[in-house]
């Protein structure tokens, strides 16, 4: 491969990655192979230019909507000290899910003022812990959460401005685990059975809780606005009732859930385009029930942290089921991404230290003149936060009826659909299986690699949201370290745990 800029077709370019002259991948001015070598395997490595790019282009959004908004970033996303300083200093207010995130985000020296908590079984020391920290907002998830809080509230003798979750019946189309909005589900006030209007009726008994707004969030991974439109306006319905029954609203707060890229079967929508429809729904249904604009707030989450965020594994053993499948394993798995295994989710990854034989024609490349099939092109190139790459300028893409197909029709789609590109090619289809005693421990089942050899470097894209948080120790295999790479300076911001790690909270029997 040429090197240069990396592109994914009618995506941009991808953060700051590129091919070096080595042939070996780069993201944020750093040698990917290096890293590896340096830090171990598995490894985190996140795009910092590209987040604060990502949070500036929801920002620019959100500017240029007539809407007075306000973002936080959704911390169960990826949550350490380092992310929640980052999404602060570039301007976001920080939604935590749980006493640890809350934790974390004060520990990195975010205002409690700047911070809501979320969640639907807070404990009483997490409320005692977020009251007394002075904390921005508690949206209240159930009746028993409002009278435990109340109780706090009493005993530390402050008053604490709460929102209210309500599952606002509006099914978002995402895999059933991740939709949250629908009337079937163990978050929030239930809208459709009248729960939603009684418990405003009920807040008249809690002197010390001021609710000052609504909040829905309708599920994760969305490619579409209308479940956000649709919630807007059930929610505004219940907003006027609260306003007629006195409350101080201000606020109505819509989630998270907008989707990225994984593979090239999803499109993510422009930042734009929520806003837009959001803006729209919400004026027209403040007109039609008489109130003025609320306040919006959004809590987006893997927007921000998913594609910057890339899983580096080095290539152990392998296996052939002939006929059937080319097994390859690596040095992680489900206990770093447990996201095959819990939803089915697929990802795209290269042999980073031979992108010469990566992908052949996946990649499009800039800055450098290409061959055949290749064509150079001018236009704007944005990401689905609506930021200008900063590579727009000069970028070759290919033609678009040779373009690959990727992810659901794997390898032979590829192979089939590239034509001449890929005549000599050593590309082949892979399963790569993690290291866990478990069969669907797998990271991806239809890899298109060249033929892996023990010891390349494997990395795996878009991993930045809900893998870090999500990974455990299964098999007691310590968590992957994770490194921020940004102008050609890696800093560890995790640092590996260790097998000794594993057994420091354990207590011998003799
Ligand atoms: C209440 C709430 N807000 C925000 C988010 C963030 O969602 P996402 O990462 O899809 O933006 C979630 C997760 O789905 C959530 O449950
Ligand atoms: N963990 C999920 C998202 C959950 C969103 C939190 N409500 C995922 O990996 O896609």
């Excluded at 077709?9 to 993201?27: A, K, R």
């Excluded at 163990?186 to 002197?207: I, R």
């Excluded at 209308?226 to 606020?251: C, H, N, S």
């Amino acid at each position: 491969m040429a090197p240069g800029v990396l592109e994914w077709p009618g995506h941009g370019t991808w953060g700051t990655m590129e091919v070096l002259d080595n042939q070996h991948l780069s993201i944020g001015g750093c040698d990917v192979v290096e890293l590896a070598n340096q830090f171990g395997t598995p490894l985190f490595v996140y795009d910092v230019e590209w987040v604060r790019q990502r949070i500036r282009g929801i920002l620019q959004a959100v500017k240029r909507s007539n809407l007075n908004v306000r973002v936080s970033y959704a911390s169960k996303a990826f949550c350490t000290v380092a992310v929640c300083q980052l999404v602060h200093e570039e301007g976001l207010g920080l939604d935590v899910v749980s006493g640890g995130e809350l934790y974390t985000a004060l520990q990195a020296g975010v205002p409690a003022s700047d911070i809501h908590l979320h969640g639907n079984n807070k404990s009483w020391a997490e409320l005692e812990f977020a009251v007394s920290s002075g904390i921005g907002l508690i949206i209240v998830d159930n009746f028993v959460e409002l009278d435990m809080l109340s109780e706090v509230a009493d005993k530390l003798e402050k008053d604490v401005s709460i929102l209210l979750r309500i599952s606002p019946g509006v099914e978002a189309h995402t895999h059933e685990f991740i939709s949250t909005g629908q009337q079937d589900s163990k978050f929030g006030f239930d809208l459709e059975s009248g729960q939603a209007e009684d418990v405003l009726t009920q807040l008249g008994d809690y002197p010390r809780l001021h609710c000052v707004g609504l909040h829905s969030h309708i599920g994760s991974q969305i490619f579409e606005p209308q479940g956000f439109t649709a919630a807007v306006f059930r929610m505004v319905e219940l907003y006027r009732d609260g306003l007629a029954l006195g409350l101080p609203l201000k606020i109505l707060n819509l989630g998270g859930g907008f989707g990225i890229r994984y593979t090239s079967g999803d499109r993510p929508l422009a930042f734009d385009v929520y806003m837009d429809a959001i803006e729209t729904a919400l004026t027209e249904a403040c007109r039609r029930q008489g109130v003025q604009v609320p306040e919006v707030w959004l809590e987006p989450g893997r927007v921000i942290v998913g594609p910057p965020g890339t899983t580096l594994y080095t290539v152990g053993t392998q296996k052939s089921v002939p006929g059937v499948r080319n097994y390859v394993s690596v040095d992680g798995g489900m206990t770093d991404n447990p996201r095959l295994a819990l939803y089915g989710a697929k990802y795209e990854a290269v042999l980073a230290n031979r992108m010469d034989e990566a992908w052949g024609n996946h990649w499009l490349r800039g800055g450098v003149e290409g061959s055949g099939s290749t064509k150079l092109v001018n236009r704007p190139l944005r990401d689905e936060t609506g930021v200008p790459t900063p590579h727009e300028a000069k970028t070759l893409v290919l033609h678009a009826n040779k373009m690959p197909v990727m992810g659901d029709t794997g390898v032979n789609g590829v192979l089939d659909n590239a034509h001449g590109q890929s005549e000599g090619s050593s590309l082949e289809r892979w399963s790569v299986a993690g290291k866990c005693c478990e069969s669907g421990d797998m990271l991806i089942w239809d890899a298109t690699l060249p033929h892996p050899k023990q010891g390349d470097v494997l990395a795996v894209f878009s991993t930045g949201a809900y893998n870090y948080s999500m990974a455990s120790n299964y098999n007691r295999n310590p968590k992957p370290a994770v490194v921020f790479v940004e102008n050609g300076n890696p800093t560890v911001v995790v640092e590996r745990e260790t097998w000794a790690d594993m057994v420091r909270q354990d207590r011998p029997l003799y």
